[in-house]
């Protein structure tokens, strides 16, 4: 049995070799060099002391991650967040970011927060499901806004308020 729990510096190898898989492989991550796990670190230790920064794990084994960050620094944006679940590739379409997903969702509600958003590169079939499973409508898509392995990359956006 798999347990949600909050994500520790400890946890930063795994997170960040599921990442890089992303990084590496896909579009999904706009990102294009590995992530140390050291940095991966200090992301968690600074997202953490705000926002929920979750793992789902199965005997020691880290099998994905979610996160929330905040949507933009204005003040009046404190209520709206993003949202951001990786699974591991050697763990897909086993229940793993669904689960995080509620799980990350209700710990948002429970700190009365009121907008998640997610930003997905296009196309990504498997992350529109999750989202609209999760109740999340797509609200904008922006063309060939990122470049990466030498083709343009769109992005959609899809929201969820909480309330």
Known sequence: MSLIRPATAADAPAIAAIYNHYVATTTISFEEEPVSAGEMAGRIESVGAKLPWLVCEQDGVVLGYAYATPWRVRSAYRFS???????????????????????????????????????????????????????????????????????????????????
């Not at 907008?115 to 498997?126: K, L, R, S, T, W």
């Open 81 to 163: 967040v993003e949202s951001s679940v990786y699974v591991s590739p050697e763990h897909p379409r086993k229940g793993v970011g669904t689960r995080l997903y509620r799980e990350l969702l209700d710990q948002l509600r429970a700190r009365g927060l009121h907008m998640v958003i997610g930003g997905i590169a296009q196309p990504n079939e498997a992350s529109v499901a999750l989202h609209e499973s999760m109740g999340f409508r797509k609200v904008a898509h922006f063309s060939e806004v990122g470049m990466k392995f030498g083709r343009w990359v769109d992005v959609g956006y899809w929201e969820l308020k909480l309330a």
